[in-house]
């Protein structure tokens, strides 16, 4: 089974046998702005949500181009909950004038929170989440660096892992009850690999986890939970850009099947 299969397209029609473009706007998949990427997942539907796993500079600047399309495609604000200080506004507002977006304007409806321990981190979730969603009425959350303040020296194991589930569960309480589609992300692999409890929470509790692994000849994207993968081989460092990152698989075909 290929990538694209696993979404539907949505077609709404009023008693008259027309579409309506608001509610296909307001319950449309969000893509994440990369054209080869969104080829194969197709996009992530309401309400779900989705752990994107991998190297520092792609997933940061992925993240950036997610937060683009939520706040260009929908009429909705953005809550982006920041665990790593990862929030890359000059990214976002670069990406914004390439699209021909005023920056400003896409700049002004995203909603920061920061926290600077786990303590405050999980507070944040677990405490202030959902008001702050109510209030800005967002049609999408990010939650950045979930792992890295539950990871500190100086925090219990036991601990942490605790805090990681009620976050996680809090998470997936809000996103279904707004119709959010929730991105969490974590920019380090090893910091979930190598841990076989951390691994089996993270990639268990999400509706959908993207890796992604830098190889010698370029990008491996696994979905762990569809037991799916493609490869994507890398273009010259010259010619390299975000939606470009790699080249058609050599061997002609998509992989999807493990």
């Given at each position: 089974?290929?990538?694209?299969?696993?979404?539907?397209?949505?077609?709404?029609?009023?008693?008259?046998?027309?579409?309506?473009?608001?509610?296909?706007?307001?319950?449309?998949?969000?893509?994440?702005?990369?054209?080869?990427?969104?080829?194969?997942?197709?996009?992530?539907?309401?309400?779900?949500?989705?752990l994107l796993d991998g190297p520092r500079e792609f997933t940061s600047t992925l993240?950036?181009?997610?937060?683009?399309?939520?706040?260009?495609?929908?009429?909705?604000?953005?809550?982006?909950?920041?665990?790593?200080?990862?929030?890359?506004?000059?990214?976002?507002?670069?990406?914004?004038?390439?699209?021909?977006?005023?920056?400003?304007?896409?700049?002004?409806?995203?909603?920061?929170?920061?926290?600077?321990?786990?303590?405050?981190?999980?507070?944040?979730?677990?405490?202030?989440?959902?008001?702050?969603?109510?209030?800005?009425?967002?049609?999408?959350?990010?939650?950045?660096?979930?792992?890295?303040?539950?990871?500190?020296?100086?925090?219990?194991?036991?601990?942490?892992?605790?805090?990681?589930?009620?976050?996680?569960?809090?998470?997936?309480?809000?996103?279904?009850?707004?119709?959010?589609?929730?991105?969490?992300?974590?920019?380090?692999?090893?910091?979930?690999?190598?841990?076989?409890?951390?691994?089996?929470?993270?990639?268990?509790?999400?509706?959908?986890?993207?890796?992604?692994?830098?190889?010698?000849?370029?990008?491996?994207?696994?979905?762990?939970?569809?037991?799916?993968?493609?490869?994507?081989?890398?273009?010259?460092?010259?010619?390299?850009?975000?939606?470009?990152?790699?080249?058609?698989?050599?061997?002609?075909?998509?992989?999807?099947?493990?």
């Amino acid at each position: 089974m290929h990538l694209d299969e696993l979404t539907r397209p949505i077609s709404v029609t009023d008693e008259f046998g027309l579409l309506q473009p608001e509610y296909l706007r307001e319950h449309a998949a969000l893509r994440t702005g990369v054209h080869w990427l969104d080829s194969k997942l197709g996009g992530f539907e309401r309400p779900q949500v989705v752990l994107l796993d991998g190297p520092r500079e792609f997933t940061s600047t992925l993240t950036s181009s997610i937060c683009v399309e939520a706040l260009t495609d929908f009429d909705r604000e953005l809550v982006f909950v920041d665990g790593g200080n990862s929030i890359d506004l000059f990214g976002i507002s670069e990406l914004c004038r390439e699209a021909g977006h005023d920056p400003d304007e896409v700049l002004s409806r995203i909603t920061v929170s920061r926290a600077f321990t786990a303590h405050q981190f999980a507070a944040l979730i677990n405490g202030g989440l959902e008001g702050i969603i109510a209030d800005t009425e967002a049609s999408t959350l990010v939650v950045s660096c979930f792992v890295d303040l539950f990871l500190d020296d100086d925090m219990a194991w036991y601990e942490s892992l605790q805090l990681i589930k009620r976050s996680l569960a809090e998470i997936r309480r809000v996103t279904e009850e707004f119709g959010l589609v929730s991105i969490i992300t974590n920019h380090d692999l090893a910091k979930i690999r190598n841990r076989r409890v951390l691994r089996s929470i993270m990639f268990g509790a999400p509706d959908r986890a993207v890796v992604f692994e830098e190889r010698k000849a370029g990008m491996l994207v696994t979905v762990p939970k569809q037991g799916q993968y493609f490869h994507r081989h890398y273009v010259p460092e010259e010619q390299r850009i975000l939606d470009t990152y790699g080249l058609e698989a050599t061997d002609g075909e998509d992989r999807a099947d493990v």
